[in-house]
């Protein structure tokens, strides 16, 4: 069953990655899910051309020539970005993955993309990013019941993210 068509206030999902076979692959994807998709080969020329105050979201390969994903993501946050990320790899490991949802990714996929969990990913994005616009406690309650209703291992159920939300006991 297909998720509900995203209602136009979503704003687009801005996919950043420089293999055209990807990109194109997950346009079209998305776009079979009612998505309205733009697609970038770099970080560099997403930053150049979506501005800050921008809605939607935004899936970036975590390897890219040039700035990288996580540099990507580090330039968002100093720029004032509030766009949700969603970071996509086929070479990533669990210290990267660890360090990009510290750094406030919402979720860390391996290629080949899982079609099911990529949307599953982006509709709690999106659904984080338009309560977040509604108040800044709305996000993280959003984000805790997602949380709680997952086991607290994220959209895809387990695997790299089900280490992320693992803590040591304090003394």
């Known amino acids: 069953m297909q998720p509900p068509k995203p209602a136009p206030r979503d704003g687009p999902v801005f996919i950043v990655d420089d293999e055209p076979a990807v990109l194109d692959g997950l346009r079209l994807m998305l776009s079979t899910f009612g998505y309205a998709c733009r697609t970038y080969a770099s970080a560099e020329q997403f930053l150049g051309a979506v501005a800050p105050e921008s809605l ?71 659904r984080s990013e338009e309560l977040g616009r509604l108040g800044a406690g709305a996000g993280r309650a959003t984000a805790a019941a997602h949380r709680a209703r997952t086991g607290g291992h994220g959209a895809g159920g387990g695997g790299v993210l089900q280490h992320c939300d693992r803590r040591a006991p304090v003394d």
């Open 56 to 126: 939607g979201c935004v899936i970036a390969d975590i390897r890219l020539p040039g700035l990288s994903g996580l540099d990507l993501q580090r330039e968002l946050a100093r720029r004032g970005y509030s766009l949700p990320l969603i970071f996509i790899t086929a070479h990533g490991d669990i210290r990267m993955a660890v360090s990009a949802v510290k750094a406030g990714a919402v979720d860390f996929l391996e290629k080949p993309i899982d079609d099911t969990l990529l949307v599953e990913s982006l509709r709690q994005a999106l």
